[in-house]
């Protein structure tokens, strides 16, 4: 998204001046690997404002911007879908790039754009953004409706997501959609960046009942890095969202959500890529075990992306034109 809107070279080590550093520019390749990151989630977002349609273009526009960075430097970042394809890549020094559509407006109504960006690549799917879509309803934004759940499409969506190996993401979503997704789906889902009500209460976070959901289904919940939903600045609101999931959940559930580069200011210590190594830090102080630390910084998401992996014959080659 930045890259489409700003030029933003992912290759190149920025230090963005205020206020753009608050909203923006909190990722780039040079500082993933100073935070000793492996992989990433790229977020691609549409925005439904007074238009119903051309927001699968946009989508298209984004994935165009990632492949081209891979192509300015393949031996520094690489496109993949797979937990394989990212272990292969940090064999030979090289940063992984996955992809996430935010809010299922962008498929505008059809599954075929469904099964288009699947086979570009994506790997997870947000049911629900910050309006209301053809899928689902958001638990907060244009057409909230707490009573609603999900629509027959939504449901086909989801169907379909788990026949092509694209993960179901949860956040945004209201609690009657985010339970009845959970009630249906045979695969793990996600929640991909969040904050939890037994940590801090707010609308944009998610109840114990919710997290128990997601993690019968063998899923994984992102801790976002935002204090407005963390309830306070620093890494020990983080930490206590993260200790919060793991009580509730067990060690298998808890993943970093940071919505780096979403529009939100981060908390201080973590105010980008390069700073991750300081939450390790303050995990090992708070008292988690070793097991439990990796487990939330790799070994979680890498199972979910093995458990929900695309068909063979989907993978075994991206599609790089955005013709559908």
């Keep these: 998204m930045w890259s489409r809107w700003v030029s933003y070279d992912l290759h190149v080590r920025h230090d963005p001046p205020l206020p753009f550093a608050a909203l923006g520019g ?193 899923g994984c919940v992102g801790v976002i890095f935002c204090p407005r939903f963390l309830g306070e600045d620093g890494l020990g609101a983080v930490v206590k969202h993260l200790k919060h999931i793991l009580d509730v959940c067990g060690e298998d559930t808890p993943a970093l959500g940071s919505d780096w580069d979403g529009f939100i200011i981060p908390t201080a210590d973590l105010c980008d890529a390069a700073h991750l190594p300081l939450l390790t830090d303050a995990l090992l102080q708070a008292g988690f075990s070793e097991r439990t630390i990796q487990k939330i910084l790799r070994e979680n998401a890498l199972r979910v992306l093995r458990d929900t992996a695309p068909p063979k014959a989907q993978h075994s080659s991206l599609e790089h034109s955005a013709k559908k």
Excluded at 34 to 56: D, H, Y
Excluded at 69 to 91: G, M, N, S, Y
Excluded at 154 to 176: P, Q
């Design 26 to 218: 909190h990722v780039d390749v040079p500082r993933l690997k100073e935070g000793g990151i492996g992989a990433q989630f790229f977020g691609l977002v549409s925005l439904p404002i007074g238009q119903r349609s051309g927001l699968a273009s946009v989508i298209d526009e984004q994935i165009d911007e990632l492949d081209r960075a891979v192509e300015q430097d393949p031996a520094r970042l690489v496109k993949v879908r797979t937990a394989e394809e990212i272990e292969a890549a940090a064999a030979r020094g090289a940063i992984s790039a996955l992809l996430g559509i935010e809010g299922a407006h962008a498929l505008e109504g059809d599954l075929k754009n469904l099964d288009h960006f699947a086979r570009r690549g994506v790997r997870y799917l947000g049911i629900s953004h910050f309006s209301v879509n053809e899928a689902a309803y958001p638990a907060a934004g244009r057409g909230r409706d707490p009573s609603k759940g999900l629509t027959p499409f939504g449901r086909a969506v989801i169907e379909r997501c788990e026949e092509l190996g694209v993960i179901v993401d949860l956040a945004h979503i209201n609690r009657k959609g985010f339970l009845e997704a959970c009630e249906m789906a045979t695969r793990p889902l996600i929640v991909s960046h969040t904050g939890v009500l037994g940590a801090f209460k707010h609308w944009r976070n998610i109840g114990d009942d919710a997290l128990r959901a997601v993690a019968e289904k063998g």
